[in-house]
């Protein structure tokens, strides 16, 4: 059975970090690229980066240029964000997928962050 | 405001066939596959359409998707209760570099 696990979610104040894992499982996690997608409270989808099976290619989109950061690690079977900067408009669940724009496309059940004084 | 654009709102009857658009431009929808996304309340997104109109299985084949030059629309028939969700389409956008989703449609079964 396919797996996603997301966890490091949590409250930080505005220009702290949080560094989200994601934990594969039930499929060969090398062969497919990664997503991190995210939504506000109330909001809609919102893409966030992601990264080629090899690491080679990594994309984001305009708002976490410079504060996040996309990794993986296939011997782990897992993903990573690093954030740094956090803006209270950064609040959201955050999911991890995988193939966003494939015939599959696995979530995980997402891990919340808040961003409060 | 998202590169796509998708009506807030949707709603039919039980029986009913709706039609949900996402109109885009030729960097985006115009060059690149579509994939539609169902969210049901308080779950994860789980894929309904894959390019444009080819359905995973499991997916009813009472949903079906297809495209039109810059615009895609994701059509429901025999409408249910259970329907009712949230509806994301989901591209490329060449000129961006990045995925783009539409601003989502919340769908009621009235």
């Known amino acids: 059975e396919v797996q996603l696990v997301e966890s490091g979610g949590g409250l930080v104040q505005p220009g702290g970090s949080l560094r989200l894992s994601c934990a594969a499982s039930?499929?060969?996690?090398?062969?497919?690229?990664m997503h991190w997608v995210r939504q506000a409270p109330g909001r809609g989808l919102e893409w966030v980066a992601n990264i080629k099976q090899d690491g080679s290619e990594i994309y984001y989109v305009d708002s976490v240029k410079g504060r996040f950061t996309i990794s993986r690690d296939n011997a782990k079977n897992s993903l990573y964000l690093q954030m740094n900067g956090l803006r209270a408009e950064d609040t959201a669940v955050y999911y991890c997928?995988?193939?966003?724009?494939?015939?599959?496309?696995?979530w995980g059940q997402g891990t919340l962050v808040t961003v409060s004084s | 405001q998202s590169v796509l654009t998708q009506p807030p709102s949707a709603s039919g009857t039980p029986g009913q066939r709706v039609t949900i658009s996402c109109s885009g431009s030729r960097s985006n929808i115009g060059s690149n596959t579509v994939n539609w996304y169902q969210q049901l309340p308080g779950t994860a997104p789980k894929l309904l359409i894959y390019?444009?109109?080819q359905r995973p299985s499991g997916v009813p084949d009472r949903f079906s998707g297809s495209k039109s030059g810059t615009s895609a629309s994701l059509a429901i028939s025999g409408l249910r209760s259970e329907d009712e969700a949230d509806y994301y389409c989901v591209t490329w956008d060449d000129s961006l570099n990045a995925v783009v989703f539409g601003g989502g449609t919340k769908l009621t079964v009235l």
């Open positions: 997928a995988t193939s966003l724009l494939a015939a599959t496309s696995h």
């Open positions: 039930g499929f060969t996690f090398s062969y497919y690229w």
């Open positions: 390019s444009h109109d």
